[in-house]
């Protein structure tokens, strides 16, 4: 009986190890994906306030000229 007792404790542990190993690499893949995406996005903020900054072109010249290599 006790064997029987330890072996499905034993598997509880491991189920349990299990589950936490994956919600922190869930939580780790996510975590980066929305670090990335608001980094992309203050990137983008900083082009817009300095297309609005008196470059003197519209947002669609600026994304031309930029594409272009033009504006850095």
């Not at 491991?14 to 936490?20: C, D, G, L, R, T």
């Not at 929305?34 to 994304?63: D, F, H, P, T, V």
């Amino acid at each position: 009986m006790k064997n029987k007792d330890t072996q499905q404790l034993g598997i509880s542990v491991y189920i349990h190890a299990m589950k936490k190993q994956i919600e922190e690499e869930v939580k780790s893949k996510y975590l980066k994906r929305i670090e990335y995406l608001i980094g992309a996005n203050n990137e983008l903020m900083n082009e817009l306030e300095q297309c609005e900054k008196g470059r003197g072109l519209s947002l669609e010249a600026y994304s031309k000229e930029k594409m272009a290599g033009g504006i850095r």
